[in-house]
């Protein structure tokens, strides 16, 4: 069964596998995912608002006060937490005041929790916004997805809005520094582990040098039959593999790994 919707603006605290308890902030729709991509893999089904510009669903976005009074209670409160995570129901930088919110969020974590972190977990289609660039430069853990190393690959696993352009995604990548790139890697129909595939792949973490890329597969259900998990081991092998191609850390993340 895939994942319901988060029904709030507020959501969890969850333990995510790599960095602890987790407060989620969905910035998207209560009712329907809205997200730049509709990839073949997303535990909450298609995209119902397969979009770039969330101005004409405007009304059903969080407003920025309620987000940020939501929080302001939240953190005041006993709630153990380690992380406030931009995420939720579709692409956050879709949310047309993400950038101001991100400065209100920095702005409430250190008078109320300065110990925790705020990370970000986007597609990375919102950094053609130069607002937007600049404002996850000053996040703890800005956490983008690659899946592909081509664009012919791109279009099969991420299905994209119109408009999105895989090379600048990856231009605009490699212009921000200490970023952490995520890839889900699956089997099947349609693959990103392809030996051309990945190889193409590695070429780009090489040149966008990511602080480290996290691997994952599909460990939650998918809406389609057709792709397949990528086993643990075959994860494990291509992290390593990133590792002494490229340089860069890669870690594998499954299902019953200790971290
Ligand atoms: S970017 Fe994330 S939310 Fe959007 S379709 Fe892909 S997996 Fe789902």
């Known amino acids: 069964m895939l994942l319901p919707l988060k029904q709030g603006t507020l959501y969890g605290p969850v333990d995510s596998r790599r960095y602890g308890r987790s407060l989620g902030i969905n910035l998207s729709p209560f009712t329907d995912k809205l997200c730049s991509f509709n990839c073949v893999y997303c535990h909450y089904?298609?995209?119902?608002?397969?979009?770039?510009?969330?101005?004409?669903?405007?009304?059903?976005l969080p407003a920025f006060e309620d987000v940020i009074d939501e929080l302001e209670e939240s953190l005041e409160s006993p709630v153990e937490l380690d992380l406030i995570t931009f995420s939720g129901n579709g692409e956050p930088t879709l949310h047309p005041w993400f950038p101001e919110l991100v400065d209100a969020v920095i702005d409430l974590r250190d008078?109320?929790?300065?110990?925790?972190?705020?990370?970000?977990?986007?597609?990375?289609?919102?950094?053609?916004n130069p607002k937007v660039r600049k404002s996850v430069t000053k996040l703890d853990l800005p956490?983008?997805?690659?899946?592909?190393?081509?664009?012919?690959?791109?279009?099969?696993?991420?299905?994209?809005?119109?408009?999105?352009?895989f090379n600048e995604i990856v231009e605009h990548l490699g212009?921000?520094?200490?970023?952490?790139?995520?890839?889900?890697?699956?089997?099947?129909?349609?693959?990103?582990t392809e030996p051309d595939e990945l190889l193409a792949?590695?070429?780009?973490?090489?040149?966008?040098?990511?602080?480290?890329?996290?691997?994952?597969?599909?460990?939650?259900?998918?809406?389609?039959?057709?792709?397949?998990?990528?086993?643990?081991?075959?994860?494990?092998?291509?992290?390593?593999?990133?590792?002494?191609?490229?340089?860069?850390?890669?870690?594998?993340?499954?299902?019953g790994k200790q971290d």
């Open 45 to 60: 089904g298609q995209t119902a608002r397969l979009t770039m510009n969330s101005e004409k669903y405007r009304d059903d």
């Open 111 to 128: 008078r109320c929790r300065p110990n925790a972190k705020v990370a970000l977990l986007s597609n990375t289609t919102g950094l053609d």
């Open 143 to 165: 956490v983008f997805k690659l899946d592909a190393g081509t664009e012919e690959t791109f279009k099969k696993i991420n299905r994209p809005a119109r408009q999105v352009k």
């Open 175 to 192: 212009q921000i520094d200490g970023i952490y790139l995520q890839t889900v890697l699956v089997d099947g129909t349609p693959s990103n």
């Open 201 to 255: 792949y590695f070429e780009l973490l090489g040149k966008i040098e990511p602080r480290e890329v996290h691997l994952y597969s599909t460990d939650r259900p998918v809406p389609s039959s057709q792709i397949y998990r990528v086993d643990p081991e075959w994860l494990e092998d291509i992290a390593s593999q990133i590792r002494s191609e490229t340089g860069v850390p890669a870690v594998a993340f499954y299902n």
